[in-house]
């Protein structure tokens, strides 16, 4: 990894990261395989440069990024978040990326626009996690927001953690974040994003549509059909008598700034 | 060898069984179960019960087919399933939620995930119980027909194993399809299957 020119952003509050050896080894990338240590282990085949992003549908002025010139853009800035996965564990993560809005209004969507739909890689001959036939996940991966949600001015694409260009198991060379959401609408990866005028589908829903909704707001008031989601684990601790469980805060912590955008819907329903 | 040595041999074959919970122990203790130690030793221990469970239920197709007669195990292996699945519940509800007995007891009403896997581990009970020579005599032939219980409990194991995965995979698929021809194998007529030679 490289390192990457940063400053510090808003919102990173007085959280202490998680060590980043656990951030980059303790990954959900199925890309690279199932279990949490594969992406480390399976992802050195993976060229993440050189990469183009590309924005459309309605858009005015469509954008092709190179990727390489964005990973020098002074925009980059630092944003410590919480990571909630939709497991029950969560980190600290200091991420190093651009919101996504500014991003987006460079593209000028369209009026039409609602949604936004987000497309990751394939290419089976890296990622190994792609021949895997019996996991019945189509590829690529595929994420949606609501436009609201992606101009929110917590929404960032990160390209770097702990101040270095993003290591391949954690989504090089850009991926998205999300932080009042489980960490399964971070795509990672990422070709594509289009803005839509209706909800894109989503590859978590579509596999379990009981299980794991287009929101996925953290909840600790909506449960997973086979688990809590009142608690979590904290990563970190590396000691079998020593971990600890934490409670789950609503909307991760962020609230304050994203409870408005879901005023008057039923978040058991729209879960 | 002394004669008491001679018929009890099999004895250390318990806690040579008991060397993967230890090692897990140990290795919990030690920082090699990674970022997430409480989640690995839960899912360990809950494979080991699942392992045991296929091996005590596979030895007597195994007879049936190949003519090599490892029953005297059955005790042992399942023995060993139940000890595992106790550590296994164990793990879930001392170490993952520290006795909170709110989540339990909603997990145990509303998780169908949980009530499968501790319907499997109940109905293992009465089998541990009644894993004795004393028991076999007393209960006679319903001993056996007591002991078909193993046949549910792997099943709902078997669903609640596969349930623990988000889909189904290479880790998981084998342990699976074993399941499923131990179980289908007992389906086989008998007339097709010969003596065995």
Known sequence: AATLQTHPGPYSGNLTPTPHEDVTHYNNFYEFGMGKADPATQSQAFHPLPWTLEITGLVRRPVRLDVEQLLRSPAIEERIYRMRCVEAWSMVIPWDGIPLATLLKDADPDPRATHVAFESIVRPSEMPGQNEALSGIQWPYVEGLRLDEAMNPLTLLALGIYGETLPNQNGAPLRLVVPWKYGFKGIKSIQRISLLDHEPPTTWNRLAPDEYGFYANVNPQVDHPRWSQATERVIGAHSLFGATRQPTLMFNGYGEQVADLYRGMDLRKNF | ?197
């Open chain 2, 1 to 197: 060898m002394p004669g008491v040595l001679k018929r009890h041999w099999r004895l250390v074959l318990y806690p040579v069984g008991m060397i993967p919970a230890v090692w897990l122990v140990w290795q919990g203790q030690h920082g090699a179960l990674g970022a997430d130690p409480v989640n690995v030793f839960e899912r360990s221990l809950g494979l080991w019960a699942f392992r045991f469970l296929l091996a005590c239920l596979a030895l007597a197709p195994l007879r049936r087919f190949t003519g090599l007669n490892l029953l005297r195990y059955r005790r042992l292996t399942g023995l060993l399933a139940f000890f595992y699945a106790s550590l296994h519940l164990l793990a879930y509800v001392g170490l993952d939620h520290g006795f909170d007995w709110s989540v339990l007891w909603s997990d145990m009403t509303h998780r169908y995930f949980i009530i499968l896997g501790m319907s499997a581990l109940v109905l293992l009970i009465p089998l541990a119980l009644t894993s004795n020579a004393l028991s076999m005599r007393l209960l006679k032939r319903r001993w056996k027909f007591l002991h078909r219980l193993i046949y549910p409990a792997a099943i709902l194991a078997g669903i609640h194993f596969f349930l623990s995965f988000k889909t189904l995979n290479s880790v998981s698929a084998p342990y699976l399809a074993a399941l499923a021809l131990i179980l289908l194998s007992r389906f086989l007529p008998r007339s097709r299957i010969g003596n065995g030679t």
